[in-house]
């Protein structure tokens, strides 16, 4: 494979299974072809056409491993026999050490073919293809973190069987890597993107961008909705501003304390472990961090509650309701899911529900 084939390959098996990953992560009854509908339009449609069924495209998951003694065996596309174990150990002298993943395949039904897989755990992606029969070793030098270690360690690393010939049918994909870097060229991607499936239109304003907000103006309800359009949670947006119609992609509500002070709940805040979590934030940390900070060059709206639903906004139980949910992790399954407000007529087009249960 030529180098930019693959990395645009790697790319796209990064978005896709952070998406699974992370849905299973969750622990949610979630099969992979519900995540088909979610890609933008003009790269479903080449991908689906192409494919005997839609059904070519998805991974299969084969299994989780933890440890040499929860070994999975499986029948894969080319190889009649599998096998796989993780061995933990500490090559590096790190905290919390790396660990080696085995696979054994053999008995391929021909000399040819090869079977492809994917490795992921919420914290990483990685894929390998094999030909031959042998035991294969796929080293990760070292855990992220003490989150991922106890991830592998209780729940494994997930593997999925990708069909082999799918691999020149995904540079169909090309048109959606752009979105998720964090670059001008990423966020020119996103505009147009937005510009040409939604009919949104972008003008510049004029200098300067951002206003001097009092927080003696804001008042406990009052909405902020917020629309990202580069980096990491700039593609996510797009896809999701895509699938939902809607024209922003994240919202946060402002809350007063007894003391008058400001804060803003908001969800897919990102914590110092990475993670994506529901939090109550200081609004001059959010302010700065917005300002500042974001490297996703957000557009702020900032929508005051009308008066007469001021007054029945019941700051209490809005405390109340906020406290209980902060902390709690929000990420790309919670978004997954939001997207998905009935059960029937929900998909994109020509998708449906009754297809997806193929
Ligand atoms: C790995 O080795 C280092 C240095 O000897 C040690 O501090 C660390 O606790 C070890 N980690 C694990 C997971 O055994
Ligand atoms: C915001 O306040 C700063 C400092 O008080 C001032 O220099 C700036 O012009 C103000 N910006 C706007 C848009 O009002
Ligand atoms: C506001 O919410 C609190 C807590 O849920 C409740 O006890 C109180 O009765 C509510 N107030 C009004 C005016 O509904």
Redo the contacts with the bound molecule.
Sequence with gaps: MASSSSSLFRCFLHFFFFIISQVQAANLPFHPRDVLPLLPRQVSWPVLNSLNSPVDLLPSFVGSVSSSNRIVNWKGACFYENTAWVEFH?KT?????GGTLHIKVSYPHSWTCMDLYVFATPYRVTWDYYFLSREHTLEIKEWQDKAEYEYVKNRGISIFLMQAGMLGTLQALWDVFPLFTNTGWGENSNIGFLEKHMGATFEERPQPWFTNISVDDVHSGDFLAISKIRGRWGGFETLEKWVSGAYAGHTAVCLKDSEGKLWIGESGHENEKGEDIIAIVPWDEWWDFELNKDDSNPHIAYLPLHPDVRAKFNETAAWEYALSMAGKPYGYHNMIFSWIDTIGGNYPPPLDAHLLQL
């Design positions: 500490n002298g790190s905290e919390f050490g």
